[in-house]
C-alpha cells in the first residue's frame, strides 16, 4: 500500500503543472469568446456570453489544481504563506463555480423566453445577496489569493518578477471589466490572460 501511495503521489506531482493551467487557459479562451462578441446575451445580460458560460464550467473544477500547484511553488520559500494560497484560493473557487454556473444557465434561461432583466435584476437584488453572502464572501478569497501569491512570488524570488506582478495587476482589471463594466472586451481578457502567464511562468521556472 505504501508503494502504491507513493506512486500516486509522484504521479499527481508530475502531472500537476499541466492540470494548473488547464483553469486560466479555459477563462482566458471564454473572455476572448465574449470580448468579440460570440453569443452574448441581449439587453442587461449583454456582459454574458452563452459560450463564455459554457468553457467557463467545463475549466473552473481545474482551478483547484491550479492553487494546489501555487501554493507548493510558494511553499518552497513560504510554507505558511504556500497553505494560505492554496486554502484561500480553494475557497474562491466556490464563487467562480457559481458565477461560471450562473453565465451557463443565464443563457439557458434566456433561450427559453424568460426576460434578461429580470434574470440579471434577480442576481443584483437584495435579497440574492443576503442568502448568498457566505458564497459571495468567497469572492474576496479569489480576489486576495492572487495578490497574495503576488506578492510572496515577488518577495521571495520564487519565480521572475514578472510572474508575480502579472498576478497582482489582474485583479485591478478584473474588478474594472466586471465590477464597474469598464471597456470589458479589454479589461476583461487582460485580467485572465494575467492569470494564465503568470501560472505558466510558474511552471515554467519550477526548479524541480
Known amino acids: ?27 482566458f479562451i471564454a473572455s476572448v469568446v465574449r470580448a468579440f462578441g460570440i453569443g452574448t446575451l441581449p439587453g442587461d445580460l ?52 457559481f458565477i461560471s454556473g450562473f453565465r451557463a444557465l443565464s443563457a439557458g434561461f434566456v433561450a427559453s423566453g424568460m426576460d434578461p432583466k429580470a434574470i440579471n435584476d ?16 468567497y469572492n474576496f478569497c479569489f480576489m486576495f489569493v492572487w495578490i497574495i501569491a503576488g506578492v510572496a512570488i515577488m518577495r521571495k524570488k520564487i519565480a521572475p518578477w514578472w510572474v508575480g ?7 485591478p482589471s478584473l474588478i474594472t471589466a466586471q465590477a464597474l463594466y469598464y471597456n470589458l472586451e479589454i479589461f476583461w481578457p487582460l485580467a485572465l490572460g494575467l492569470w494564465l502567464v503568470g501560472v505558466w511562468g510558474l511552471v515554467k521556472f519550477d526548479d524541480k
Open 122 to 137: 434577480g442576481l443584483e437584488s437584495e435579497a440574492t445577496l443576503i442568502w448568498l453572502s457566505g458564497l459571495f464572501l
Open 1 to 27: 500500500m505504501e508503494n502504491q501511495n507513493d506512486k500516486w503521489g509522484r504521479t499527481f506531482r508530475k502531472r500537476l503543472p499541466m492540470l494548473a493551467l488547464v483553469a486560466p487557459l479555459c477563462f
Open 165 to 171: 506582478l502579472a498576478f497582482i495587476l489582474s485583479i
Open 46 to 97: 449583454n456582459w454574458v456570453s452563452s459560450y463564455e458560460g459554457l468553457i467557463m464550467t467545463i475549466g473552473v473544477p481545474f482551478f483547484v489544481a491550479t492553487f494546489i500547484f501555487m501554493g507548493q511553488r510558494i511553499a518552497e520559500r513560504s510554507p505558511n504563506t504556500g497553505i494560505v494560497v492554496t486554502v484561500l484560493g480553494v475557497l474562491g473557487t466556490a464563487f467562480i463555480a
